[in-house]
């Protein structure tokens, strides 16, 4: 059982100082450049004025283990971004909250008038990919250029609403 609670600013900055090295090194390519996790902290604080998500998933015991947002980025479209401590360690509370995005998306995007949720992970990651399935989403296509010298590649995936889907 995981449990999802408010964003805290120093739970969120216990989470970014143990990430786990892929999520670290994805968030590093997605950036551009090389980051503490005070930077990376800076700039997850500031996208909290604009989330329209933003938490904390906790384990059963009450350990902090994932920060969650989604902001949107067109009507109707949003972007989220997980990031978390050891994917090893917390495999399972990982797993369980895959789980719970794919049964909770609906209800909550049709909510939120969202019809359409992307997110991208570095290629090389060896569990996002799986993980972003695991909620729901479906892969989109490979998309090259990020990183400091524009060589790293990452996933776009994306949750679609089943009822909202039109094709021109």
Avoid at 38 to 46: D, K, N, P, T
Wanted: hydrophobic share 45%; charged share 20%; net charge neutral.
């Amino acid at each position: 059982m995981i449990h999802t609670g408010p964003y805290e600013d120093h739970a969120a900055l216990d989470i970014l100082r143990a990430l786990d090295p892929s999520d670290y090194r994805e968030a590093v390519l997605a950036r551009g450049a090389e980051a503490s996790h005070l930077a990376l902290f800076a700039e997850w604080r500031a996208a909290q004025a604009v989330g329209v998500v933003s938490h904390l998933l906790h384990t059963a015991t009450g350990r902090p283990f994932a920060l969650l947002t989604v902001v949107l980025t067109a009507r109707g479209v949003a972007q989220a971004a997980l990031l978390s401590r050891s994917h090893d360690k917390f495999r399972m509370p990982l797993a369980r909250a895959a789980v719970e995005i794919r049964r909770r998306l609906p209800g909550w995007a049709s909510g939120a008038g969202i019809h359409r949720l992307e997110a991208r992970c570095w290629a090389d990651h060896p569990t996002a990919p799986g993980f972003l399935r695991a909620c729901g989403f479906r892969f989109e296509a490979e998309t090259p250029g990020y990183g400091p010298d524009g060589r790293a590649v990452f996933l776009q995936f994306a949750w679609i609403h089943e009822g909202g889907t039109e094709h021109v």
